[in-house]
């Protein structure tokens, strides 16, 4: 039963990070034309806000928080908070790149978390641990 939810939990985190990857590389084709017009923006916006929800989900789902060496915030809201890019000034796109990189580390970091839980419980053997029940409750007995 765990592993199945396990199971279901690394499906939609690597659904969500593709939805991410796709997400930064429409940014990037955004920000990366000289002028940014307001129906890039736009899309840019309409496509944060079903990330946003995508992600808010994900994050209920999941029960998981965002407290790294030195840093106190989540990389993903970090992102998602932006409501515009047209008026971003170098070192806002800078901050926003490098919230990017966080955020990937921080996503892959929670996704191998999961696998390794996974992988664990898989290697749980029940029977083992009903016998070590056993002989620890008659050592407690004597």
């Given amino acids: 039963m765990i592993v199945k939810k396990l199971e279901s939990d ?5 659904s969500f990070l593709e939805f991410w990857e796709k997400f930064h ?5 955004v920000v990366s034309k000289e002028i940014v017009t307001k129906e890039d923006e736009l899309k840019f916006l309409e496509t944060k806000n079903l ?20 840093r106190m915030t989540d990389p993903v809201d970090e992102i998602l908070v932006v409501n515009n890019i047209r008026l971003m000034s170098e ?3 800078k901050k926003m790149d490098d919230d990017w990189k966080d955020s990937y580390v921080f996503l ?3 996704l191998e978390r999961i696998k ?3 992988r664990r419980l898989e290697a749980f053997n029940p029977i083992g641990v009903f016998f070590k029940r056993i002989f620890e409750k008659k050592r407690t007995e004597d």
């Fill in 10 to 14: 690394i499906k939609d985190l690597r």
């Fill in 91 to 93: 070192h806002s796109l």
């Fill in 51 to 70: 990330i946003s929800g995508k992600y808010e989900a994900l994050k209920n789902n999941l029960e998981f928080n965002y407290v790294p060496h030195g």
């Fill in 116 to 118: 390794d839980n996974k």
């Fill in 25 to 29: 590389s429409m940014y990037a084709s």
């Fill in 108 to 110: 892959n970091k929670i």
